[in-house]
T-cell receptor, first 112, second 114 residues
Framework: GENVEQHPSTLSVQEGDSAVIKCTYSDSASNYFPWYKQELGKGPQLIIDIRSNVGEKKDQRIAVTLNKTAKHFSLHITETQPEDSAVYFCAASQSNTGKLIFGQGTTLQVKP | SAVISQKPSRDICQRGTSLTIQCQVDSQVTMMFWYRQQPGQSLTLIATANQGSEATYESGFVIDKFPISRPNLTFSTLTVSNMSPEDSSIYLC???????????FGSGTRLTVV
């Protein structure tokens, strides 16, 4: 079955710097890759996603890149702000199954 | 996106008892999912619940422990049966949101078993 590895487990940056979180997946049949942000005491919130027919997607300060050959995808956050501090999860799935396989999570701390 | 309401938001239960968690969606959805998030850990899929059929359980999860109901296209329940402290986790409901072609999560039920 699918396996998703996520790195780093913790990431601390200064406000205004960029943050990059990387994930690798094992199942070449996976074609949908969402990223979720989870704040303390809340459920995961989808922040951006990408499908396998696209190599990059951007939404304001957030971007995701996908390398299907290498089976890895990355989240890029530019101009980080303290409110970006949270746990971020990547996931992979085959879109017709709906089953999301999550990475281990990255705790991002943005220092003011 | 779809709005999901989960009840209860948190509970403290005695070992050996059962708790039923409710998931209500503000729109009709075909696929509903139940996840478990153990303390400080990632999310693990428990089962997929489609209306009108038996839930499909992932490896390591069984119906006797986590019975699921899906009576209509907007509602589902997950029961955690015969609880032990190891069942202390956040239980999350998720739906396939055809409005934006992604998956939305509820805010979760924080369960502590003592």
């Amino acid at each position: 079955g699918e396996n998703v590895e996520q790195h780093p487990s913790t990431l601390s940056v200064q406000e205004g710097d960029s943050a990059v979180i990387k994930c690798t997946y094992s199942d070449s049949a996976s074609n949908y890759f969402p990223w979720y942000k989870q704040e303390l005491g809340k459920g995961p919130q989808l922040i951006i996603d990408i499908r396998s027919n696209v190599g990059e997607k951007k939404d304001q300060r957030i971007a995701v890149t996908l390398n299907k050959t290498a089976k890895h995808f990355s989240l890029h956050i530019t101009e980080t702000q303290p409110e970006d501090s949270a746990v971020y999860f990547c996931a992979a799935s085959q879109s017709n199954t709906g089953k999301l396989i999550f990475g281990q999570g990255t705790t991002l701390q943005v220092k003011p | 996106s779809a709005v999901i309401s989960q009840k209860p938001s948190r509970d403290i239960c005695q070992r050996g008892t059962s708790l039923t968690i409710q998931c209500q969606v503000d729109s009709q959805v075909t696929m509903m999912f139940w996840y478990r998030q153990q303390p400080g850990q990632s999310l693990t899929l428990i089962a997929t619940a489609n209306q009108g059929s038996e839930a499909t359980y992932e490896s390591g999860f069984v119906i006797d422990k986590f019975p699921i109901s899906r009576p209509n296209l907007t509602f589902s329940t997950l029961t955690v049966s015969n609880m032990s402290p190891e069942d202390s986790s956040i239980y999350l409901c998720s739906v396939e949101d055809l409005g934006y072609y992604g998956y939305t999560f509820g805010s979760g039920t924080r369960l502590t078993v003592v």
